[in-house]
T-cell receptor
Framework: NAGVMQNPRHLVRRRGQEARLRCSPV?????VYWYRQLPEEGLKFMVY??????IDESGMPKERFSAEFPKEGPSILRIQQVVRGDSAAYFC?????WGDGYTFGSGTRLTVV | GENVEQHPSTLSVQEGDSAVIKCTYS??????FPWYKQELGKRPQLIID?????GEKKDQRIAVTLNKTAKHFSLHITETQPEDSAVYFC????????????FGTGTRLLVSP
């Protein structure tokens, strides 16, 4: 039973490019969460999704960031026109509908140069 | 919204000593309090959690205590070992069908042989 799979593990983008981060939840988990971790800091909630629905995006920056969790395929966190301040580790987590069994992926480390 | 404070930011102990990390939360509605261990470059891993209907929980060398009145909870590690060295994060959430975790800023624990 594979855990939460995130890819790529490392992503380098030039300023102004787009970054796409992918997250495949644990099989059977219908809830996906994205967190951002800046260097030397804790994780900050960004967005919570269920299949085809954004439930809570209160932690998502209003511009350039978007997330989706389509009926088929992984959840995608998309960052347009990246800036140096977007450099961080982005972690995805998933859980079953009842909330327990929260599992984190290994993260995507985004570096903007 | 919820705010979680964590102390100390760094903690150095000798192997075999005990380590205590403390967190306070602001939202009295929070009812789920997990602790995560994160090694360098790795994912956060759940080590223990406690719900608000319980005052203490223990798992081998690790224990967590919760004081709902004072709104603080603590992680206790006894007989520390070098492999306990990592960053530890506390978190709080209002578990209402999904778990949006609010994390503390982390404690870097160093266990010297």
């Amino acid at each position: 039973n594979a855990g939460v799979m995130q890819n790529p593990r490392h992503l380098v983008r030039r300023r102004g490019q787009e970054a796409r981060l992918r997250c495949s939840p644990v099989k059977g988990h219908s809830h996906v969460y994205w967190y951002r971790q800046l260097p030397e800091e804790g994780l900050k909630f960004m967005v919570y999704l269920q299949k085809e629905n954004i439930i809570d995006e209160s932690g998502m920056p209003k511009e350039r960031f978007s997330a989706e969790f389509p009926k088929e395929g992984p959840s995608i966190l998309r960052i347009q026109q990246v800036v140096r301040g977007d450099s961080a580790a982005y972690f995805c987590a998933s859980s079953p509908p009842w909330g327990d069994g929260y599992t984190f992926g290994s993260g995507t480390r985004l570096t903007v140069v | 919204g919820e705010n979680v404070e964590q102390h100390p930011s760094t903690l150095s102990v000798q192997e075999g000593d005990s380590a205590v990390i403390k967190c306070t939360y602001s939202d009295s509605a929070s009812n789920y309090f997990p602790w995560y261990k994160q090694e360098l470059g790795k994912r956060p891993q759940l080590i223990i959690d406690i719900r608000s209907n319980v005052g203490e929980k223990k798992d081998q060398r690790i224990a967590v205590t919760l004081n709902k009145t004072a709104k603080h909870f603590s992680l206790h590690i006894t007989e520390t070992q070098p492999e306990d060295s990592a960053v530890y994060f506390c978190a709080a959430s209002i578990s209402t069908g999904f778990q949006k975790l609010v994390f503390g800023t982390g404690t870097r624990l160093l266990v010297s042989p």
